[in-house]
């Protein structure tokens, strides 16, 4: 039921994506487990006396950015060697590219997958200095954890995060620009884990301002344990048990199946229309009817189409 729904919002273009680390573990990047693990493999064996293992991620951070003199050098260079090395695979986001339905991406992951597979129909933003320069007809990819290729943006350590809460107060232009979209559309998390503190203070203050007219949000996750679907319940979030290969390839069938009926009813917009029959090499003839439009045909953008048809008979003995 969650999932039709969900479907449903997405063919009126009225969902944006929250996307975590478990979105990149297919590509070879690490998790926010494995990436403390790095952390520690990466310091000598005099300085893992002096550190805990199990500390959360940025805990661990922040003493790796101590043990090494107070100097960021050492982390974000560690960082750019594991999120900027060549991805094993980018094709769930190519296909996740192929569907301009959303408008907006949120992100904590730094390495560039979304960057690659979306190539000039995306806008990366993680700063308020890109605030004026967002263009309308791309995608918006916000990564609120920052970008390497500025050192500077980046949040990973106790004291960026503290700093982060800090300064983004209800008057940032950029975290007012990311909550006004999260306040107006239905949240779809992907490859997140709900209790990463950055996700649930900016989805708490949400819930808390909008109360009960909050949009409805969904989070697809490959078998949760069910104390944790509970507490995804209380929070007013949906749980889809899927992963984000197997709900992007169930979403872009539904898609084709559906993306005809969508333009000719006023579901979906006359240049998602066009974008998503020219991502899947389809080139569409639109005759406007008054409020409406009308398909007249398709045609292959590269070749001719192979189209295999189902004939029902009325009558099969007058055949």
């Keep these: 039921m969650y999932k039709e729904n969900l479907f449903e919002l997405i063919r ?5 994506v929250w996307a975590g680390a478990g979105m990149s573990l297919y590509a070879g990047y690490p998790s926010g487990k494995r990436l403390g693990e790095i952390l520690v493999e990466n310091l000598t064996a005099k300085e893992k006396e002096n550190i805990d293992n199990n500390l959360p991620l940025p805990d661990l951070a922040e003493e790796f950015y101590r043990l090494k003199g107070n100097n960021r ?3 974000i260079r560690l960082l ?3 999120f900027l090395k060549e991805p094993n695979s980018i094709d769930i986001h190519k296909s996740f590219a192929i569907i301009p339905h959303f408008k907006t991406i949120v992100t904590t992951n730094y390495d560039r997958l979304f960057e690659n597979a ?3 129909n995306a806008q ?7 605030i004026p320069y967002i263009e309308n007809k791309k995608t918006h990819i916000f990564k609120v954890h920052g970008d390497l290729n500025e050192p500077d943006s980046v949040i990973i350590t106790k004291s960026d995060y503290n700093r982060f809460f800090k300064e983004n107060t209800d008057n940032s232009t950029y975290w007012a620009v990311i ?3 999260l306040s107006t559309n239905t949240i779809l998390f992907l490859g997140y884990n709900i209790e990463d503190p950055n996700v649930s203070v900016v989805f708490d203050r949400i819930t808390e301002s909008l109360g009960e007219n909050r949009k409805e949000s969904f989070l697809v996750a490959p078998n949760l344990p069910q104390h944790k ?3 995804l319940l209380r929070k007013g979030i949906h749980y889809i048990n899927s992963t984000a290969e197997n709900i992007i390839s169930e979403l872009l069938s539904h898609l084709k199946e559906n993306i005809i009926a969508d333009i000719e009813c006023g ?3 006359a240049d998602t229309f066009r974008n998503f029959l020219s991502n899947i090499d389809l080139l569409p003839d639109l005759r406007a009817e008054k409020d409406a439009f009308k398909v007249i045909s398709l045609k292959g953008a590269k070749e001719d189409i192979q189209v295999n048809f189902k004939l029902n008979l009325k009558n099969d003995s007058d055949f």
């Design 179 to 181: 909550r006004e979209r």
């Design 124 to 130: 990366t933003i993680y700063s308020t200095k890109h």
């Design 80 to 82: 750019k060697q594991t």
């Design 267 to 269: 579901k979906t917009s």
């Design 12 to 16: 009126k273009e009225e969902v944006i």
């Design 73 to 75: 050098n050492s982390l």
């Design 118 to 120: 979306y190539l000039d």
């Design 229 to 231: 679907v509970n507490d």
